[in-house]
């Protein structure tokens, strides 16, 4: 069998590394039989490629998951458009959001199934990583968000606390969001957003009609609460 280099380029002359090809290559056998279905030897034929060649980037399809959740990050801390810092805090994350959202959205179903093959129950190995990597997913939407309470501080805390029951609501949504440009999905979190932010500002509301300094300097943030 022939064996093709390990970066190929396309009609512009770019390079497309091997990792990013075996990537993009479990994703469409994942659309034709389902993730779990995908088989390793499979892709390497469709790549036209050694089976151990897959090795050297991914050592499972645990892996290869990882690689295409890794590009929602990427997509979160992206360069933002001019002005970004002076948006309200609810904008900033409402936009980080959908960037997570929007860049895995061309593999939503395989996305899901990704998720439910970590959480499923023999899968005990990817259970502990799948938390940890919620986790990191918070603290990369509140960085890319600049939300500047520093980390460990009570309102840091509530805000991811605010952001994990958000995110998790909104995946939720997500999962099935069959709409152009996802737009349920969209609607759903500019109102949960919007909830938080009138609650928020209902709750530490001073007697001058305003948020009070002290809610301003220790409390969470106006745009974050547990349950939005």
């Not at 929602?72 to 904008?91: I, Q, S, V």
Request: hydrophobic share 40%; aromatic share 8%; net charge neutral.
């Amino acid at each position: 069998m022939a064996m093709t280099p390990v970066h190929r380029s396309d009609a512009a002359g770019h390079f497309e590394p091997l990792a990013d090809r075996i990537l993009e290559a479990a994703l469409q056998r994942a659309e034709e039989c389902g993730w779990e279905a995908v088989e390793m030897t499979e892709v390497a034929a469709r790549l036209d490629i050694s089976a151990s060649s897959i090795l050297d980037h991914y050592r499972d399809l645990d892996a290869i998951a990882n690689a295409w959740f890794l590009r929602g990050w990427r997509a979160m801390l992206a360069n933002k458009p001019d002005g970004f810092d002076t948006w309200p805090a609810k904008e900033r994350i409402e936009y980080c959001m959908l960037a997570w959202f929007d860049a895995l959205a061309p593999h939503r179903r395989v996305t899901v199934q990704m998720l439910r093959t970590k959480a499923h129950l023999p899968h005990l190995h990817t259970w502990g990583p799948m938390i940890f990597d919620l986790s990191r997913t918070i603290q990369w939407l509140r960085q890319a968000a600049r939300l500047e309470a520093p980390y460990g501080t009570r309102r840091a805390r509530m805000e991811e606390i605010g952001l994990t029951a958000l995110f998790l609501d909104t995946l939720r949504i997500w999962s099935r969001d069959e709409t152009p440009n996802q737009q349920d999905t969209r609607h759903f979190l500019g109102k949960r957003l919007e909830r938080g932010d009138r609650l928020m500002r209902w709750i530490w509301r001073g007697r001058d009609g305003g948020l009070s300094r002290s809610a301003e300097t220790h409390e969470p943030s106006p745009e974050i609460v547990d349950k939005l």
